[in-house]
């Protein structure tokens, strides 16, 4: 019976080695699939991709660095750290990142979140932007931004609304209609915009809907009790259920610990890499939910099992009898929880501690079911 446990243990430790492995082969596998057209469309992915080529219709591309060279006839979709729009769009832009530039002009409308935005070709729609940091240096249809900082050096030819701490007007900057403005920030001078034309928008205090500290200490302790209860649960249906096996499970413990804790690793590991190999084969796609919720479920009864053990190990080193009856056992079992709770007090130590234990009572469930298998 032992050397199909070895087997076992040896295939999931070769697929928790070769698991950090996989995604790299994978890259490998797919590099000639970073980008693809379909329906007159682009889609593209990558650390740093470059989009040049013919015409497309809309695009779709996400990286560490994103760049367009494409002229497009749709709309664009970009997320990245940098983003560059550097040929005309037909259609609208929508772009994320820490930096974004539209250096070609954008016959719709552009909306950017990022901790930049600059905007250096003509937006003939509208620019929507929310920055720490906004440079409009090329006219644009209208204009709603809210930033931290705006400098205007050109033309909004529509009405704009300005929610910024600062704005700075530069040579070129011209207002064609309404401009609403934050009411702390600077007035524009005349040649920007005539003052008649300027309204002044109060911000909005910020409300802080969230719990007092009251219902946040009584959602805590509430929280801490339906863990106890649900760890205490656990322990009543192994010890009604098992009790002779729970028993046992506390020797494993107590008289091999490190093989435990190590069978634990694997079985945890092998439960949360099962998730993307499933993705990945499609066809297991639907056990994906599966895994998911075999986690959770593993976690509490390797908490429950590890305090058990605890639990049963301060029995034994108090010289007690062994428990003959179910609620004495349970006592045991709420002991080791009451224990294994005061140890993960101890500061960075203790939540080592509680993911030991908690590692060591699944690994040791996980030995003896291997050992009857």
């Excluded at 032992?2 to 950090?20: E, S, T």
């Excluded at 930096?99 to 909306?111: F, H, K, T």
């Excluded at 300005?162 to 403005?181: F, K, N």
């Excluded at 709770?341 to 996980?366: E, H, R």
């Amino acid at each position: 019976m032992r050397r199909p446990r070895r087997g076992v243990l040896r295939l999931l430790a070769l697929a928790v080695l070769l698991w950090p492995i996989w995604p790299v082969t994978q890259g490998f596998a797919q590099d000639d699939q970073d980008r693809f057209e379909f329906g007159g469309d682009l889609y593209a992915a990558g650390e740093a991709p470059i989009l040049r080529g013919e015409a497309a219709g809309s695009l779709f591309a996400a990286g560490e660095r994103v760049r367009s060279e494409i002229e497009l006839d749709g709309t664009a979709h970009l997320a990245g750290r940098a983003v560059g729009v550097a040929a005309p769009v037909g259609g609208n832009v929508y772009a994320a990142g820490w930096s974004v530039e539209i250096e070609a002009p954008v016959a719709g409308d552009v909306s950017a979140a990022a901790y930049m935005v600059e905007i250096d070709a003509e937006v003939a729609g509208t620019l929507r932007a929310g920055a720490s940091e906004v440079e409009i240096r090329a006219p644009v249809g209208a204009a709603l931004l809210a930033a931290e900082r705006v400098r205007l050096d050109a033309e909004i030819i529509g009405d704009a609304r300005i929610m910024a701490e600062e704005v700075d007007w530069g040579p070129g900057a011209r207002i064609g209609g309404v401009l609403r403005l934050a009411e702390d920030a600077a007035a524009p001078p005349p040649s920007v915009i005539p003052p008649e034309r300027v309204e002044r928008v109060a911000r909005e205090p910020w409300e802080h809907a969230g719990p007092g500290p009251v219902a946040i200490v009584i959602g805590a302790v509430l929280g801490v009790l339906g863990t106890l209860g649900a760890v205490v649960l656990a322990q009543a249906l192994f010890l009604g259920a098992a009790p002779g096996w729970t028993e046992a499970l506390a020797f494993d413990l107590a008289e091999r610990p490190f093989r435990s804790l190590g069978v634990g690793f694997l079985t945890l590991s092998a439960l949360a890499g099962s998730i993307p190999v499933l993705g990945i084969t499609l066809v297991g796609a639907p056990l994906i939910v599966v895994s998911i919720l075999a986690i959770p479920i593993a976690g509490l009864a390797g908490v429950a099992l590890g305090a058990w053990g605890v639990g049963a190990a301060l029995w034994r080193l108090a010289n007690r009898p062994a428990p003959g009856g179910f609620w004495l056992r349970l006592l045991i079992g709420v002991i080791g929880l009451v224990a294994l709770g005061l140890l993960s007090l101890i500061p960075i130590a203790g939540w080592v501690i509680l993911v030991a234990v908690t590692l060591a009572g699944l690994g040791a469930a996980g030995g003896r079911l291997a050992g009857k298998a």
